[in-house]
Nanobody, 124 residues
Framework: QLQASGGGLVQSGGSLRLSCAAS????????MGWYRQAPGKQRELVAD???????NYEDAVKGRFTISRDSAKKTVYLQMNSLKPEDTAVYYC????????????????????WGQGTLVTVSS
């Protein structure tokens, strides 16, 4: 289960920080990321980060957004600075992870999970 938080209303040029925590029987996390979906548009990748710390950003947010993770807390963050009205969207966190069942027998199930979405509104 992924629980996202941190959305809200901010003026253009402002900042917000999103958080997303994984809970439940999580054994390992391969990658976590943030997607967004604006009204009338498809969901798109904003940024993601691997277990090794490699990051990837959508061109439109490079230099303004920073993704980071706290592996111990199973949490991913998205620091969003210099926000623009076109950043307005519902932001979804995503995780590629192993779910564990200690059984017996011990088993791992790899799946992709989505958080519930948090609305970010940037006013001009």
């Amino acid at each position: 289960q992924l629980q996202a938080s941190g959305g809200g209303l901010v003026q253009s040029g402002g900042s917000l920080r999103l958080s997303c925590a994984a809970s439940g029987s999580v054994f390992s996390i391969y990658s976590m990321g943030w997607y967004r979906q604006a009204p009338g548009k498809q969901r798109e990748l904003v940024a993601d980060i691997t277990s090794g710390g490699s990051t990837n950003y959508e061109d439109a947010v490079k230099g303004r957004f920073t993704i980071s993770r706290d592996s111990a807390k199973k949490t991913v963050y998205l620091q969003m600075n210099s926000l623009k009205p076109e950043d307005t969207a519902v932001y979804y966190c995503n995780a590629d992870l192993d779910h564990v069942d200690y059984g017996p027998p011990f088993s791992l199930t790899r799946n992709e999970y989505w958080g519930q979405g948090t609305l970010v509104t940037v006013s001009s």
